[in-house]
């Protein structure tokens, strides 16, 4: 069983920062590509940052240069170091990872369960 455990929201004033950590757990989990999407209230889920597991990234337009991504494979957990924070920034980040199980001829989508990020103007 895959779980992802988030960490790290809160309150913030604009201009100010936050890290956000997501570990997954899962004796036999490879990680593919790891990462965090966001949901304000009346939009639609949208992507803020994914690192893949060489490393590359990519950011949603939004965020960049703002945001940065990074990645513990040893400890299959992901950071996300969000800077100069807007109130726009406001919503729920739900960390996301594609990866697979033991034997590894499946890959599938976990999601965490969601940790809020309030930045207040």
């Known amino acids: 069983q895959v779980q992802l455990v988030e960490s790290g929201g809160g309150l913030v004033q604009a201009g100010g920062s936050l890290r956000l950590s997501c570990t997954a757990s899962?004796?036999?989990?490879?990680?593919?590509?790891i990462g965090w999407y966001r949901q304000a209230p009346g939009n639609q889920r949208e992507l803020v940052a994914t690192i893949a597991a060489r490393g590359g990234t990519n950011y949603g337009h939004s965020v960049k240069g703002r945001f940065t991504i990074s990645r513990d494979n040893a400890n299959n957990t992901v950071y996300l170091q969000m800077n100069s924070l807007k109130s726009e920034d406001t919503a729920i980040y739900y960390c996301n990872a594609y990866g697979s199980s033991w034997p590894h001829v499946r890959f599938d989508d976990y999601w965490g369960q969601g940790t809020q990020v309030t930045v207040s103007s």
């Open positions: 899962g004796s036999t989990f490879a990680i593919n590509t």
